[in-house]
């Protein structure tokens, strides 16, 4: 699988993250690299449609330990 697109959906003070995969082909990869826009409106990210908390403004970066 690789990357074919991330989306950025904001809701009132969260921003998610979306990454749209698809089957591999050539000029695509597994990879993303991205800049998240955050305001002072936003209090944190959270990745994909299970809204996993990655970035929070008062903790920063959060490190999970271990995704099943």
Known sequence: MVVERVYLHRAKSVM??????ALTR?????????????SGGIKSVVFGDAHTPIWNRIQGPIHQEAVA
């Open 16 to 21: 998610q993250v979306k990454v749209l995969m």
């Open 26 to 38: 050539p000029g695509l990869s597994g990879a993303f690299d991205i800049d998240i826009p955050l």
